[in-house]
Every structure is written in structure tokens, then in C-alpha cells.
């Protein structure tokens, strides 16, 4: 089974439109309760249409500056195994994937010392299969001779796809449409050492890929999804835009992709945290909603585990790269016999509900 749910600017369905005011409220969020409050009306806006992410408060000022005179601003497509980083972002610690990257970008451009943007500052774990990355160069390679050089002198956890020549205003984080993940899923009994380092393995219960596909598309939307920020983020507010939300399940395996114009610290393992407790019956639809709704971050305690994340890919206005090098490359696993769990969802008694259910198209053969 298939979900795909996207924001257009009235909140619609691909499939079908949702109701306008699901929670009975003035504010046409689907909170599940009376939204007499600002609060509640806020966090279930969604009259904005999809909008270009701006710049974060946590950005470092000196990282939207354009290329300096007499530079090339250069763009790359990566790919990385994050299972050995302790993600993106520059540490104390060597083992993080800027200092990897910048130390091969100094041995073939000595002249000054170089410094990387990404789109998306991934955690400790957290796969890439599209993460996109500028520099300033001073030195006379070709774009296009850039993957190949890199290659040979990074790990084999890193790989360079493409790379293009930019503007020097062309900013890698704040040029960007949209970000977009997939997390996977394992949901057989038996484990398997090859899905291990790339999905979470959810063994108990057979998840319930229906009622996490409901909860998942009431998320589309612009939102305040405080109740899915990990704490230590300086960002200003909590609001984001989800775009389109994608739930999959082919026989064992379930992926969910988010799509945003940008996403909070930690919120994508947040939220698949969430909705398998509610696959597993831990969680009723109404208590998922009133978290959300209520900004609840005290109550969002489980967060998925990291390996089963990848930031999938980058979009922005006009493609960078030949689309087979960052639009889809993550490949996807194929179980060809099923081993599912005995045991059903815990059951629940629900409170309410927004009495709707997600549209679903069939898989495809």
C-alpha cells in the first residue's frame, strides 16, 4: 500500500480533499478539540503555500556570504554511510563528514583554507544519499573533474556524484526548495544482518501501516511542530512547512518520506518514533494529534534510532545535476519471502478522532 499526501496551499490530499475543519473548530486544524486558544491556532495553519526556507537563527552569518573576488563557488552531490560519523557538522571529534570532506578539498585546493555549506546538517548515524555541499575554490580544476579527484582521496563511506559550477550569490542551505528523508522499516521477526545498518527493526507487533498513514497526513501542512524539536535547537519558532508525506509498505518493509522546506532539530526520528507507537498500539490516533497539536514535547519521548534515516535529496529551483545522480539514490531493499510478526497491534479505545480516513492507492505490482 501507497500513501501520498501533499501541501498545495489548501492542505488537499493528491487523492482527495481533506476536510476543512476536521476538529470541529474555528481554526480548520485537525487537533481533535476546541480551538479557542492562539496556540492551537497556529499550530494548525496551513494557509501559506509551499515556501523557500529561510535562513535559520543557528546559521553561522559569515556562511550566506557570496564567493569572494576572483573565486568559484562550486556545488557537489554526495553520497555517505553515516554509520561510522558522528554526522555533518564539524566537532572536536575528526570523525565527522565536513572535516572528512575538507581535508580532500584541501589537498586538491591548497590555496586557502576551505570551508563547506551542506543543505542539511545530518545527525550522528544518519545516512545521505542526496546531500548537497558548496565551497569556494581558488584553484583551476573543472567542475567536472572534481568527483573523480575527491573520490580518490576520501573514504569509501563518501562518495562525490556530481559537482556544477554556480553562482557566487548560489547558497547550498538557503537556495533550497525543499529537503526530503526516508526512513525505513523492518517489520519481520527474523533478523537480517544485510537491512541492519540501514533500517529499524520493529519485530513485536505487525505495525499497522493504515492507521500511521492517518496520522501522517494531517502533518501536511504549514504547522508549529514544537512537540517534534529535539531540545537544543536555537532556531526562532517551531514552524515549518511539510510539503508531502509518502507511507510504503512492500511486504516487510515500510518507508516513510517527509518532505519540507525545512526540517527542526531531530523532528523526522521524532515523528516515525511516534507513529510506530501508534502502529503498535501504544499510542491512539487522538493522543498522537493532541501531542502535536498541543505542542506535548514532554510527552514525545521515543525518538527511531538513527540508521534507519537518510536525507534522500535536495531540490531547488533549477536542477544542479543529471537526475540519476541525485534524485532517487537510495536504492531500495526487496524481501522476496514475507516473515511478519505473529502478534497484532495492541488494541485501544479511542476518545475521538477526526472521523477521516487517509486516501491509499494500491501498491504498484
Same mark, same amino acid.
Given at each position: 500500500?501507497?500513501?501520498?499526501?501533499?501541501?498545495?496551499? /489548501?492542505? /488537499?490530499?493528491?487523492?482527495?480533499?481533506?476536510? /476543512?475543519?476536521?476538529?470541529?473548530?474555528?481554526?480548520?486544524?485537525?487537533?481533535?478539540?476546541p480551538?479557542?486558544?492562539?496556540?492551537?491556532?497556529?499550530?494548525c495553519?496551513?494557509r @501559506?503555500?509551499?515556501?523557500?526556507?529561510?535562513?535559520?537563527?543557528?546559521?553561522?552569518?559569515?556562511?550566506?556570504?557570496?564567493?569572494p573576488?576572483?573565486l /568559484?563557488?562550486?556545488?557537489?552531490?554526495?553520497?555517505?554511510? *553515516? @554509520?561510522?560519523?558522528?554526522?555533518?557538522?564539524?566537532?572536536?571529534?575528526?570523525?565527522?563528514?565536513?572535516q572528512?570532506?575538507?581535508?580532500a578539498l584541501?589537498?586538491?585546493?591548497?590555496?586557502?583554507?576551505v570551508?563547506?555549506?551542506?543543505?542539511?546538517?545530518?545527525?550522528?548515524?544518519?545516512h545521505?544519499?542526496g +546531500?548537497?555541499?558548496?565551497?569556494?575554490?581558488?584553484?583551476?580544476?573543472?567542475?567536472?573533474?572534481?568527483p573523480?579527484?575527491?573520490? *580518490?582521496?576520501?573514504?569509501?563511506?563518501?562518495?562525490v556524484?556530481?559537482?556544477?559550477?554556480? @553562482?557566487?550569490d548560489?547558497?547550498?542551505?538557503f537556495?533550497a526548495?525543499?529537503?526530503?528523508?526516508?526512513?525505513t522499516?523492518?517489520?519481520?521477526?527474523?533478523?537480517?544482518?544485510?537491512?541492519?545498518?540501514?533500517c529499524?527493526?520493529?519485530?513485536?507487533?505487525?505495525?499497522?501501516?493504515?492507521s500511521?498513514a &492517518?496520522?501522517?497526513?494531517?502533518?501536511?501542512? &504549514?504547522r508549529?511542530?514544537?512537540?517534534?524539536?529535539r531540545?537544543?535547537?536555537?532556531?526562532?519558532?517551531?514552524?515549518?512547512t511539510? +510539503?508531502?508525506?509518502?507511507?510504503?509498505?512492500?511486504?516487510?518493509?515500510?518507508?516513510?518520506?517527509?518532505?519540507? @522546506?525545512?526540517?527542526?532539530? *531531530?523532528?523526522?526520528?521524532?515523528?516515525?518514533? +511516534?507513529?510506530?507507537a501508534l502502529? &503498535?498500539g501504544?499510542?491512539?490516533?487522538?493522543?498522537?494529534?493532541q501531542?502535536w497539536?498541543?505542542?506535548?514535547?514532554?510527552?514525545v519521548?521515543?525518538?527511531?534510532?538513527?540508521?534507519?534515516l537518510?536525507?534522500?535529496r535536495?531540490?531547488?529551483?533549477?536542477?544542479?545535476?543529471?537526475?540519476?545522480?541525485?534524485?532517487?539514490?537510495?536504492?531500495?531493499?526487496?524481501? &522476496?519471502?514475507?516473515d511478519?510478526?505473529?502478534?497484532?497491534?495492541?488494541?485501544?479505545?479511542?476518545?475521538?478522532?477526526?472521523?477521516?480516513?487517509?486516501?491509499?492507492?494500491?501498491?504498484?505490482?
Amino acid at each position: 500500500m501507497v500513501l501520498v499526501s501533499a501541501h498545495d496551499g /489548501r492542505n /488537499r490530499h493528491l487523492e482527495t480533499a481533506l476536510p /476543512r475543519n476536521p476538529c470541529g473548530g474555528p481554526c480548520g486544524g485537525p487537533c481533535g478539540g476546541p480551538c479557542a486558544g492562539r496556540q492551537l491556532r497556529d499550530c494548525c495553519r496551513s494557509r @501559506s503555500p509551499v515556501a523557500v526556507i529561510q535562513p535559520a537563527a543557528e546559521a553561522h552569518p559569515a556562511a550566506a556570504a557570496p564567493a569572494p573576488p576572483g573565486l /568559484r563557488r562550486l556545488a557537489l552531490c554526495l553520497q555517505y554511510d *553515516g @554509520s561510522t560519523f558522528c554526522g555533518w557538522q564539524r566537532q572536536s571529534r575528526p570523525d565527522s563528514v565536513q572535516q572528512t570532506l575538507e581535508a580532500a578539498l584541501a589537498a586538491l585546493d591548497p590555496h586557502r583554507p576551505v570551508t563547506s555549506v551542506a543543505a542539511g546538517r545530518t545527525d550522528a548515524g544518519v545516512h545521505a544519499a542526496g +546531500q548537497v555541499v558548496h565551497f569556494d575554490a581558488a584553484g583551476p580544476i573543472p567542475a567536472q573533474r572534481w568527483p573523480r579527484a575527491l573520490n *580518490g582521496r576520501l573514504p569509501a563511506s563518501i562518495r562525490v556524484r556530481a559537482a556544477a559550477e554556480v @553562482s557566487g550569490d548560489w547558497h547550498a542551505c538557503f537556495s533550497a526548495r525543499y529537503r526530503r528523508y526516508r526512513y525505513t522499516i523492518y517489520n519481520g521477526c527474523t533478523p537480517n544482518l544485510f537491512l541492519a545498518p540501514w533500517c529499524w527493526h520493529r519485530y513485536r507487533h505487525r505495525l499497522d501501516e493504515r492507521s500511521m498513514a &492517518e496520522a501522517l497526513a494531517e502533518l501536511v501542512g &504549514e504547522r508549529d511542530f514544537s512537540a517534534f524539536q529535539r531540545a537544543g535547537s536555537r532556531r526562532r519558532n517551531a514552524i515549518t512547512t511539510l +510539503q508531502e508525506v509518502r507511507l510504503e509498505r512492500q511486504g516487510d518493509l515500510i518507508t516513510i518520506e517527509l518532505q519540507a @522546506s525545512g526540517f527542526l532539530y *531531530g523532528m523526522v526520528r521524532l515523528v516515525v518514533g +511516534q507513529l510506530v507507537a501508534l502502529g &503498535e498500539g501504544r499510542l491512539d490516533p487522538a493522543g498522537f494529534r493532541q501531542r502535536w497539536c498541543n505542542r506535548l514535547r514532554a510527552e514525545v519521548r521515543e525518538a527511531a534510532p538513527p540508521q534507519g534515516l537518510c536525507l534522500l535529496r535536495v531540490g531547488y529551483d533549477q536542477p544542479l545535476f543529471p537526475r540519476a545522480a541525485w534524485y532517487d539514490g537510495q536504492p531500495r531493499f526487496q524481501l &522476496e519471502s514475507l516473515d511478519p510478526p505473529t502478534a497484532s497491534p495492541q488494541t485501544f479505545h479511542s476518545s475521538g478522532g477526526s472521523g477521516r480516513s487517509a486516501s491509499v492507492i494500491p501498491a504498484a505490482p
